[in-house]
């Protein structure tokens, strides 16, 4: 059996009320004991605890926090400050991290993985019904990309108005720039309503031509959405709903096409993942 390595974690907690103490679990950071630079950070992709605690939660400063942690972790402290101080200094009070805990390790990857289900994430008793949704989609995207070591490597929320005007609130989900062409993913739900894919398909020929003004290279924007199958068959009974839905989803989709938007299911992620990677040389 390989000789396991010492290492140390720490949780990562979100606090709401202070004065309650209340918290649950929403991340892990992971090294080995001893060695700042081997630190490996790791939030939840299912923030329904955190939701049921605070509605009104911000959960994109979390999701901002995790790479922010991640990009302090990767490029060192100033100063040869400690690390994990430096973070430290950086949370507000709702944000907080336990003393460090010993464990021992085969590999880090592996490690992080199993200290999040352990302590983090929810126990999953059965599965009730199909997720759908904006959020569930992009959480697979961005699992996919992890797996695939180009997560960290990708530009996060790319905000429209770079390339159309002023003022548009658009945030395109990640992309990376592989030689001359501009690779923007960007999650869409067909469940139930395709208002995402209209304002994705308006945007996109503006989002193009501001591609090649600001960047001087060609678009290509990718929605990704979920399976026909996981928004069809919600109720089998329901034969007028089920053919609404699939008139509803294959508008969307088609919708999207007609502006030269490639889409892709949720079950293509894994190849697209694959490209990216070959795309970025790793």
């Known amino acids: 059996m390989n000789d396991r390595v010492p290492c140390e974690f720490f949780l990562i907690r979100y606090v709401p009320d202070a004065v309650k103490g209340e918290y649950t679990n929403i ?15 790791r939030f939840t ?21 995790e790479g922010e ?9 100033a100063n040869n400050k400690p690390m994990i101080a430096v973070i430290e200094d950086t949370f507000s009070n709702s944000i907080q991290m336990t003393e460090a805990r010993a464990c021992l390790a085969e590999n880090l990857a592996t490690e992080l993985e199993l200290l999040m289900q352990l302590y983090v994430e929810p126990l999953r008793v059965k599965q009730e019904r199909k997720r759908t949704g904006r959020a569930v989609i992009a959480g697979a995207m961005r699992t996919h990309f992890e797996r ?45 309503d395709v208002e995402a894919a209209k304002v994705l398909a308006y945007t996109a020929p503006r989002l193009r031509e501001g591609v ?57 992620l894994a190849r697209a993942a694959q490209t990216a990677r070959i795309d970025l040389r790793l």
């Not at 942690?69 to 490029?75: F, G, N, Q």
């Open 27 to 41: 991340g892990v950071l992971l090294r080995e004991a001893g060695r700042e630079e081997s630190a490996r950070v």
């Open 45 to 65: 992709r299912d923030w329904s605890r955190v939701r049921c605690m605070d509605a009104d939660a911000d959960i994109e400063m979390f999701e901002a926090l």
């Open 69 to 77: 942690i991640d990009t302090r972790l990767r490029l060192g402290a």
């Open 148 to 192: 695939a070591g180009v997560w960290a490597l990708m530009r996060k929320r790319i905000a429209a108005s770079l390339y159309t005007l002023p003022g548009d609130p658009m945030k395109i989900d990640c992309g990376y720039r592989p030689n001359g062409v501009v690779k923007m993913f960007h999650a869409v739900s067909l469940d139930g």
């Open 212 to 268: 090649v003004r600001v960047e001087g290279a060609r678009l290509e924007l990718t929605a990704v959405v979920e399976p026909l199958r996981a928004v069809s068959n919600e109720d089998e009974e329901k034969h007028e709903f089920e053919n609404e839905s699939v008139e509803r989803y294959r508008f969307g989709v088609e919708t999207m096409e007609s502006q030269q938007i490639r889409v892709l299911t949720m079950n293509d």
